[in-house]
């Protein structure tokens, strides 16, 4: 069992940026891959970013890609989201997201989630 908690969500201009934290408590960190979605009010939650357990490799939806950063620091049990230059339509609760498996781009595939951080970008 995995318990993560997001933080550093808020209201930030267009244009600006944020960092997410997500902080895993219980099992080895490590053994997982980490990703981040977000759900806009009325849509579906959709993935943002991923990154595998060594940190070696990462994942990126097209939407972000060039202006998100996601990192880990498995020594802090904690992963990260840098979000650069964000828009109004990048507006959502946002949610980290622990998978047993390998790191992929589907909701369904992770095991463990947090309770969401709000981001919230003024145009």
């Known amino acids: 069992q995995v318990q993560l908690v997001e933080s550093g969500g808020g209201l930030v201009q267009a244009g600006g940026s944020l960092r997410l934290s997500c902080a895993a408590s219980?099992?080895?960190?490590?053994?997982?891959?980490m990703g981040w979605f977000r759900q806009a009010p009325g849509k579906e939650r959709e993935f943002v970013a991923a990154?595998?357990?060594?940190?070696?490799?990462?994942y990126y939806a097209d939407s972000v890609k060039g202006r998100f950063t996601i990192s880990r620091d498995n020594a802090k049990n904690t992963v990260y989201l840098q979000m650069n230059s964000l828009k109004p339509e990048d507006t959502a609760v946002y949610y980290c997201?622990?998978?047993?498996?390998?790191?992929?781009?589907?909701?369904?595939?992770?095991?463990?989630w947090g309770q969401g951080t709000q981001v919230t970008v003024s145009s």
């Open positions: 997201a622990a998978d047993e498996g390998y790191y992929t781009n589907t909701p369904a595939s992770y095991d463990y």
């Open positions: 990154i595998s357990r060594s940190g070696g490799s990462t």
């Open positions: 219980g099992r080895t960190f490590s053994g997982y891959a």
